[in-house]
């Protein structure tokens, strides 16, 4: 990993100072090969009180070893199960097709056995981020200081666990093959 800051120019007329910083990340992965990362940004201090920020990143994260290779173990969860609980029609369709008998059944209560592990498939996330912002220091009031800033985070191939109430109704409604197998 490696950074930089650069100050372009400090007390101007109609500015007081702007900055520039850059960094890059190396990574290698046994599992993913190599990736290189980088960032850029900016930083205008327009007076004293204001300052105006501005930041490019990508986005890379390698899975953990845990969400690759976990042993999968049986676990009792808590859901509703909505191909137990009256599904409609189209429910009904989907739910046989994910393999409930006749496409309902009478859920008797919320617990439901299930597997939970690692996958060797999962990818590296992936992605950018931009964020834009306002600082404002009032010299009339020492200590105090407002932000405002702006977020655009986009994320490919995302590393999560989804809930089991998320994935019982994904293969009720949608019948989500991905999902549901």
């Given at each position: ?130 964020v834009v912002g306002v600082t404002w220091l009032p010299a009339w009031a020492a200590g105090i200081s407002a932000s405002v800033d702006l977020f655009d ?29």
């Amino acid at each position: 990993f490696a950074e930089v800051q650069v100050p372009l120019f400090h007390d101007r007329a109609g500015s007081r100072e702007l900055s520039l910083n850059v960094g890059a990340r190396w990574s290698e992965f046994s599992s993913f090969d190599e990736h290189t990362s980088w960032r850029a940004g900016v930083r205008w201090r327009l007076a004293r009180e204001v300052t105006l920020r501005a930041n490019y990143s990508e986005v890379f994260r390698a899975p953990s070893l845990l969400e690759l290779y976990q042993s999968r173990a049986s676990v009792i969860a808590v859901g509703f199960d909505p191909c137990g609980n009256g599904p409609t029609a189209g429910q009904q369709v989907n739910c046989a097709a994910n393999g409930v008998p006749g496409g309902e059944y009478e859920q008797q209560d919320e617990l439901i056995g299930t597997f939970e592990g690692g996958n060797e498939d999962l990818a590296p996330e992936t992605g950018r981020s931009i964020v834009v912002g306002v600082t404002w220091l009032p010299a009339w009031a020492a200590g105090i200081s407002a932000s405002v800033d702006l977020f655009d985070i986009e994320l490919s191939d995302f590393i999560g666990r989804a809930k089991l109430g998320d994935v019982l109704v994904q293969c009720a409604e949608r019948g989500a093959p991905e999902v549901c197998h």
